[in-house]
DNA sequence: CTAAAGATACCTACCGCGCGGTATCTTTTT
DNA sequence: AAAAAGATACCGCGCGGTAGGTATCTTTAG
């Protein structure tokens, strides 16, 4: 009934989850140099003004994401830790899973487009950094091996692969490389 | 003695290389962001007019540093599986070597920063795809194991982790990997 | 309970900047 | 003379960001 944009309820926590949900979108869609302030803003039907005034600076807007998918993936990951039986070697049958199929993490995902500003923005490097750097403390004990560090790589590159490759499903040859890295992982060094 | 570079000796080829060579400099340096059309004509001593000239777009011009840098890899790659007497694995050990090491594919040249936009660029995705199929066509009597294949991919992982922490030098940890990688080439599946 | 007062949410309108690109001119080379 | 090489001067566009207004919400004083 409002009509008006500016006359309808204010919901802030909403319009902020829209704001990020939508860059994400876009991201996917249209890869990281469509995730304009404009288009952000309108896509999640606010102005520029509005965005401005929940995300300081566009770099703001951008740390906002990151930090968001990061949590998802952080709590991704930490699931399937818990679900797996065998100890050694958890956390990287959980981080290669993640990349493979990961639903918050996965080939399909922002991350295909936000990886590569990760690489070019200090402040992204320096959180994507820190995470990998804390979880790789935290699991020294079952995850520590340098065999299990070069399956974390391969799976790295695999993901290199794919983004550079522009498919969007997974093909026969990367299905098999999954396959091969999670049996590594159940290998004793 | 020119003073005036209107008037001074025109060397179209040299001009062209200038063109590319701080192109990559420029990279390097400042990151992709930082080559922008403006910048690379000053640096290489010319107005945007003149780069116009040899380049019709930026996109000539990036696509044409590509293709340059590309040749370079595609050479050095060539000699070393020539003076490699194992043939079994020899251009793994060529690419694992090329990245870690390598004058013109490693740590420390335009490559780091323009491998990002060959994932942005479709164009150049296309070219660097049609790189790596064929040589992996070329090379599949010697290399085509799956096990060679992942040794590829963990090189690939180990350079976007070189990339992601922005180091200038490579890491203790770094040539350790290396050192396994290689070695896994010698080893049979 | 109510209404003023203040904070919060959001919009409209604008700005400066640097980008890629073009048109046209001058000088050199062939 | 003609073509190539390069300079100069300009343009439009879209970007991130700002200033100041107008709603709605929350708190508090009477």
Redesign the interface.
């Known amino acids: 009934m409002p009509a008006n944009a500016y006359t309808r309820a204010k919901q802030p926590e909403q319009v902020r989850r829209a704001l990020l949900d939508h860059a994400a979108s876009i991201a996917m869609d249209h ?3 469509g995730v304009t302030v404009q288009a952000v803003a309108t896509a999640a039907g606010v102005t520029k003004g509005g965005l401005f005034h929940h995300f300081g600076s566009k770099q703001a807007l951008i740390e906002g994401l990151f930090a968001d998918l990061l949590a998802r993936v952080d709590a991704e990951i930490d699931a399937a830790i818990e679900a797996d039986p065998k100890p050694r070697g958890s956390f990287t049958r959980a981080y290669v899973n993640a990349v493979f199929t990961g639903k918050s993490f996965g080939f399909a995902t922002p991350w295909a487009a936000l990886s ?1 500003v ?3 923005d ?1 402040s992204l ?1 320096r959180l ?2 820190d995470w990998t750097k804390a979880r790789l403390k935290r699991h020294r004990a079952t995850d520590g091996t ?1 065999e299990l ?2 399956v ?10 794919f ?4 498919q969007t499903r997974m093909s026969a040859d990367l299905r ?2 999954h396959e ?2 999670i049996a590594q992982t159940y290998r004793h060094g």
Chains 1, 2 share one sequence.
């Open positions: 890869g990281v140099a590569m990760v690489v070019t200090p490097r994507w950094n340098p560090h070069i974390r790589l391969a799976a790295d590159g695999a993901w290199l692969t983004v550079t490759t522009g098999a490389v091969r890295l």
